[in-house]
């Protein structure tokens, strides 16, 4: 619950009364529980990852047409297509050490950036990297993890893409 505040208040300070901040909020909550699920089964549910996709998909598909943006939108395809695209690159590297749950939240959320703007695409793929690498170092070194330990990328992608969505 409190995250969930948090996340809220902190969108809705930096955002304002604007479209976008309407999309992004019941994105967050979902965000959230993707994370937990994420962090507690190493897995992001197609169902949720689905949901996540249609809840921000469409409607700011419809906000780039209804405001007469389209550059919005092709923008956002565009980020979904470079990081949705990046991220099963990794994937299907051997040892890449990424599901396809890791891909589809990265290509939704690359649409989302890539609405916001190129530097929330930037910040959202550099992002969960800058996250996740300490997190395995320090994993490493304490002896709680080895060099095949799977790791959970989802809360660090939710969390880059939000940073990205607050940058601008």
Known sequence: MTTGAVV???LGATIGPAPLLVVLLPAAL?????????LRCLRLPDPLVGLLAVGTVLPLSAVALLTGEPAGLVRATLGAVLSGGMYLIIALL????????DVKLATVLGFTLGFVGWPAVVVGLLAPHLINGPVAVVLLLSRR????????????????????????
């Open 8 to 10: 809220g208040g902190v």
């Open 30 to 38: 979902l965000g959230i529980l993707l994370a937990l699920i994420d």
């Open 94 to 101: 051997p040892g890449g050490g990424l599901g396809m749950g």
């Open 145 to 168: 993890a080895e060099r095949r330990t799977a790791l959970p990328l989802g809360p660090a992608l939710l969390t880059g893409a939000l940073l990205g969505c607050l940058i601008t």
